[in-house]
């Protein structure tokens, strides 16, 4: 089969024009999954925030003593601030926070309730999972468990 320069022009511009309608679907799904489904998968725009202390030492404290932690941080950026997750570095460490986003200029709390499982010095570490730079920021509680 023989081509012809003009039948060859069609072809490529046929393929030409597919591929155009195909980058459209692909530009206009991306465009609606990220509108639809933003608030789910973290696609909120990125922002910057402060901390006054992410790390307390507690001392010593009691085999059977369960102590709570509370840190505060404040969204210093110009979008809201959404915590995914906290993950804790162990089952004797909880996290408790508020899942909404935090509006520039305020103040979200994490409160870290840590129930000793051992006696002996210990150092446990919450990852915040959130639209920072870094995408976390670590929480750190320390200090010495003893028996009673």
Same mark, same amino acid.
């Given at each position: !089969? $023989?081509?012809?320069?003009?039948?060859?022009?069609? !072809?490529?511009?046929?393929? @030409?024009?597919?591929? =155009?309608?195909?980058? @459209? =679907?692909?530009?206009?799904? &991306? *465009? &609606?999954?990220?509108?639809?489904?933003?608030?789910?998968?973290?696609?909120?725009?990125? *922002?910057? =925030?402060?901390?006054?202390?992410?790390?307390? +030492?507690?001392?010593?404290?009691?085999?059977?003593?369960?102590?709570?932690? *509370?840190?505060?941080?404040? %969204?210093?950026? %110009?979008?809201?601030? @959404?915590? &995914? +997750?906290?993950?804790?570095?162990?089952?004797? *460490?909880?996290? $408790?926070?508020?899942?909404?986003?935090?509006?520039?200029?305020? @103040?979200?709390?994490?409160?870290?309730?840590?129930?000793? %499982?051992?006696?002996?010095?210990?150092?446990?570490?919450?990852?915040?999972?959130? %639209?920072?730079?870094?995408?976390?920021?670590?929480?750190?509680? +320390?200090?010495?468990?003893?028996?009673?």
């Amino acid at each position: !089969m $023989k081509y012809t320069n003009k039948s060859f022009l069609r !072809m490529k511009i046929k393929l @030409v024009i597919i591929f =155009i309608i195909l980058c @459209v =679907i692909i530009v206009i799904g &991306y *465009t &609606y999954f990220r509108v639809i489904h933003s608030e789910f998968i973290g696609f909120e725009e990125i *922002t910057t =925030i402060e901390i006054a202390e992410d790390s307390i +030492s507690i001392g010593k404290i009691g085999f059977n003593d369960t102590q709570s932690f *509370t840190y505060k941080i404040k %969204n210093i950026g %110009n979008f809201p601030l @959404v915590i &995914y +997750s906290v993950k804790t570095s162990c089952g004797c *460490t909880v996290a $408790k926070y508020d899942k909404k986003p935090v509006k520039q200029g305020e @103040v979200v709390t994490v409160i870290l309730e840590y129930k000793p %499982n051992s006696v002996g010095y210990f150092h446990k570490i919450a990852d915040v999972i959130c %639209n920072i730079p870094e995408g976390f920021v670590s929480l750190k509680i +320390s200090g010495e468990v003893i028996g009673n």
